[in-house]
Structure formats: C-alpha cells, structure tokens
C-alpha cells in the first residue's frame, strides 16, 4: 500500500474585513473552510475550481506562506502547523512550489545563476562550486544550457522563465512540488511543453505534486487523482477517470459539461449554472452550492452536507445521503 506523504484535515483560512476610522473588523472572508485531503507519495493530486474558491490560499498554508486559522497539515507524520521556525525550514527543503507568473517569481536583479543557488545557500547545502555545477546540471533537466546561468530573467520567454521556477524548485531535491497553475500564464503551444516536462521530471525524481488548476483538461492530463473546490470547500475527490466519466456533485456535472470535446460531431448536454458566486464573506447556510443548484432541496438550505466515500470516491452532496 502506498505511504500518504501529505494528510490535510480540517483547514481553514479567514481574511478579517476591516474598515472604519479605527480600522475595526468588520467581517472576515472564508478562503478556505475547513478542507481535508491527502496526497499519497508519487502521486498528483489535483485540485480545481473555478477563480476565487480557495485554491491558491490552500496551496500557500500548506508551506505556511499563510498562517491557518485552523487545522493540522502532517507532512511525514511531523505537523507543520506548530513548527518553530527553524523546524519548518528543514521541512521546506523537502516541500517546494512552483508559482503561477513566471514573471513576478524570479527576482529581476540577480542572475539565474544566483537564483538557483539560493535555496541552496538558505539550506546550506554543498561548497560554492559544488552550488554552481548543481545549477548548471538543473537548467539541463528542465531543458535550458548550463551558459544560460549567466543571464537574467529578462533575457527569456515565459515559457523559458517557468522551466527556470521548476529548476529552482527541484534544487533542494524536494519530496512534494506545490504546483500554482504553473502554465495558466503561458501560451497554450507553451503549455503542453511544460506539462510534458513535468511529468518527465517526476518519473526522473520519484516527486509527489499537488496541481492547482482551474483548466479541467490540463488537471486530467496530469493528475492521478482529482478534487474540486468551490466557495472555500473540498465538495468532490476522486481518481482522474472516475472523476470525469462519473462526476457525482452538480457542479462537477456542471463543470465538465463545459470542457470542449474536439469533435464537431459530438452532441453534449451543457449543464449552466445560474446566478453569481456568492461572496466568500457572507457564505450561504447549509451547502455552499445550494444557491446555484438545479437540484437543491430543503436540507441544502440549512444543513451543511457530510462527506461520504465510496470506493475512494469522496463527496460532499445530500443527494447521496442514505
């Protein structure tokens, strides 16, 4: 049986609302409410939503960029959410990310050389020289030249710029890659290469990744298992194929019903979802969705639904409640 690597259980993230003279909270906005999953080593766990419910915010407090309201993150049986500041930096060279702009991640006034070598320098790994053939090896993998190490971030494409966020992110030969939409800002001929480039890595150096994506064709190319969030919650998780051949939550449906099919003879049913997202400030009661649902019942009005599984099918849905 595969060892879980990662074991998330009740997350949760509230930004204060503040306002008036005296600055006075005022509110708080649910980015991420009460989520739990895991990630098994060597799998990719995806995770999907559509702008704004919370998975960007998720991928952050699992390396405590943020700091969580709530909740424990287990990461090889050792929580990080009560590590002191020198234990969480040992756990950072085994957990790194990959951002979304390759354009604001790499600092613009320091070579690629020196911006591969940092995380080796914060972590004190290997003498100068042993630093700097470490960097010239990585921009091989992700398939730049070793002369590229002299140049700065200006002096490369989009494309060439997240092969470098990659190679950064591989320089402490981490177990588990947080992947923030990595190629969403990238032109989609782009794209491909890098997913590509990805999954060889992976192969080559056995790595766990989280996927954060709200492309639901890219999260099917890459993940070996699926979850869907909305409005801050965790509401379907379940294997890549059996996700998208038998989705059980109505926005799942309503999601995938929206994925083009390369087939101009294909006739598909287009599942709409009415009405606007609801603030993340002011949550609907019971479940999140129940506002935009064709199917909504009473129950869904006032009761938050539990999750259930089947098979390794999680969700979270009335609908399903015995």
Do not use: W
Not at 42 to 55: M, R, Y
């Amino acid at each position: 049986m595969t060892k879980v690597l990662l074991e998330v259980n009740g997350l949760k993230k509230y930004f204060p609302i503040t306002g008036g003279l005296f600055g006075k909270k005022q509110g708080e906005v649910r980015a991420v409410d009460d989520v739990s999953f895991f990630v098994k080593k060597g799998e990719t766990l995806g995770i999907v939503g559509e702008s704004g419910c919370g998975k960007s915010t998720t991928g952050r407090l699992l390396l405590r960029l943020l700091e969580a309201n709530d909740g424990k993150i287990m990461f090889e049986d050792k929580e990080i959410t009560s590590m002191s500041k020198s234990e969480l930096r040992r756990v950072r060279r085994d957990i790194q990310m990959v951002f979304q702009d390759p354009y604001a991640s790499l600092n613009p006034r320091h070579s690629i050389e020196q911006i591969l070598e940092e995380p080796l320098i914060v972590h004190g790994i290997g003498t100068r020289e042993e630093r700097r053939r470490q960097v010239r090896e990585m921009l091989e993998v992700v398939g730049l030249s070793s002369y590229h190490a002299k140049r700065y971030p200006h002096q490369f494409s989009g494309g060439q710029r997240q092969r470098i966020g990659i190679a950064r992110a591989l320089m402490t030969k981490p177990k588990l890659i947080i992947a923030d939409e990595p190629v969403s800002a990238l032109d989609v001929s782009i794209q491909a290469q890098v997913l590509n480039l990805m999954k060889d890595i992976q192969n080559e150096f056995k790595l766990t990744y989280i996927f954060i994506a709200h492309d639901l064709g890219v999260v099917r190319h890459v993940s070996d298992r699926v979850g869907v969030m909305y409005l801050g919650r965790l509401i379907e998780v379940a294997d890549s194929e059996e996700l998208y051949e038998n989705p059980m939550h109505p926005y799942t449906k309503a999601l995938l019903s929206a994925v083009p099919i390369p087939d101009p003879d294909f006739q598909k049913r287009t599942v709409l979802i009415e009405g606007e997202l609801p603030s993340p400030a002011n949550p609907p009661k019971g479940c999140a969705f129940h506002t935009r649902c064709t199917e909504c019942m009473d129950i869904c009005k006032t009761t938050r639904p539990i999750e259930k599984e089947s098979n390794g099918h999680f969700v979270a849905c009335h609908l399903y409640n015995e």
